[in-house]
């Protein structure tokens, strides 16, 4: 199955990390690990990607198992703005196959 | 550039009649992706385009649904005839390549009566 197993939902407080984990144990060496958010009536946004090490960007960190059998994106610093649906996906076959993703709420 | 642009937002239509559903990828951009959201299913992957050409439709539910890309600027995603299960919010989908990261549209929210 290509699809990866998440959390249903979460919550954090504003101005903390927030660590969303992901398992992805049937992950082949050539699939690349990514990160989406859906807003409310939006369409899902990229966040991040990677393969095996780990990578940094404006919008978050993605730290990827040495293994590979599972991931965490990193929120460093929460804003209210992040409350969205994550989700973690496995690009296998050239395709991408999402699966429920993490509800994210923010307190304020 | 503009993003992925889809038409229409919003689409009600009556059980039987044809709906088409279309998309403009950001320019540039050699593969596009059709995508369907429901509450049960989460988002579903339909069919997807590289360089106009379909790779893989092997989540095309029915005969009924069918997509097409003439050009590089442009896809549609044709369902005749609607059915109320059909009713969903559709999102297109492009990138750079194919196995890059995906920009998605706004959607199209099709209620089908």
């Known amino acids: 199955d290509a699809k990866t197993t998440q959390p249903n939902s979460m919550e954090s407080n504003e101005e903390e990390p927030v660590h969303l984990p992901c398992n992805h144990s049937t992950i082949s060496g050539t699939d690349y690990i990514h990160w989406y958010r859906q807003l409310p009536s939006q369409g899902p946004e990229y966040v991040i990607h990677g393969l095996t090490s780990n990578v940094n960007n404006r919008m978050a960190s993605l730290a990827i198992a040495e293994d590979r059998k599972s991931s965490t994106l990193i929120l460093h610093r929460a804003t209210l703005r992040d409350a969205a649906v994550y989700y973690c996906v496995r690009q296998g076959a050239q395709k991408l196959v999402f699966g429920q993703g993490t509800r994210l709420t923010i307190n304020p | 550039d503009a993003g992925v642009i889809q038409s229409p937002r919003h689409e009600v239509t009556e059980m039987g009649q044809e709906v088409t559903l279309r998309c403009k990828p950001i320019s540039g951009h050699n593969s596009l992706f059709w995508y369907r959201q429901t509450m049960m299913r989460g988002l579903e992957l339909l069919i997807y385009f590289n360089n106009n050409v379909p790779i893989d439709d092997s989540g095309m539910p029915e005969d009924r649904f069918s997509a097409k890309m003439p050009n590089a600027s442009f896809s549609t995603l044709k369902i005749q005839p609607s059915e109320p299960r059909d009713s969903a919010v559709y999102f297109c989908?492009?990138?750079?390549?194919?196995?890059?990261?995906?920009?998605f549209g706004s959607g199209t929210q099709l209620s089908v009566l």
């Open positions: 989908a492009s990138s750079l390549q194919i196995n890059e990261k995906l920009f």
